[in-house]
């Protein structure tokens, strides 16, 4: 009880290097780990850094050459080995951020679908 319910809008595509998908959040760059049309799951090292519920702001993306300023609250935190897992649900895209989302989502999909 008390716990708000997360609601996934759909789901996460794994992501390689070979994706060419950099993230910096407050200046900072993670390790994309995973991505959707609304959402990045990433890996770090320190707990502290990242709350569930917290919003961040500052979130820049780079796909394919591009880069995308979004803002994003942070939906889960979770291990993942030695380190954690952060799930942010990006807030407020414009129509060319949620383009450029989904047209990487379903290039990673169609290439994952291709080696099965």
Same mark, same amino acid.
């Given at each position: 009880?008390?716990?708000?319910?997360?609601?996934?809008?759909?789901?996460?595509?794994?992501?390689?290097?070979?994706?060419?998908?950099? *993230?910096?959040?407050? !200046?900072?760059?993670? %390790?994309? &780990?995973? $991505?959707?049309?609304? =959402?990045?799951?990433? #890996?770090?090292?320190?707990?502290? *850094?990242?709350?569930? !519920?917290?919003?961040? %702001?500052? &979130?820049? $993306?780079?796909?394919? =050459?591009?880069?995308? #300023?979004?803002?994003?609250?942070?939906?889960?935190?979770?291990?993942?080995?030695?380190?954690?897992?952060?799930?942010?649900?990006?807030?407020?895209?414009?129509?060319?951020?949620?383009?450029?989302?989904?047209?990487?989502?379903?290039?990673?999909?169609?290439?994952?679908?291709?080696?099965?």
């Amino acid at each position: 009880m008390g716990h708000a319910q997360i609601v996934r809008h759909d789901f996460r595509v794994p992501v390689s290097s070979s994706d060419a998908i950099k *993230l910096k959040v407050d !200046g900072k760059e993670y %390790e994309v &780990i995973n $991505l959707s049309n609304h =959402g990045i799951g990433f #890996r770090f090292s320190t707990l502290a *850094l990242f709350k569930t !519920g917290s919003t961040v %702001e500052e &979130i820049e $993306l780079t796909i394919g =050459g591009q880069q995308l #300023r979004l803002a994003g609250r942070v939906i889960h935190v979770s291990r993942l080995g030695e380190d954690y897992l952060c799930g942010i649900d990006l807030l407020n895209l414009t129509e060319t951020s949620r383009r450029s989302l989904e047209s990487s989502v379903s290039r990673i999909r169609t290439r994952l679908f291709k080696e099965e």
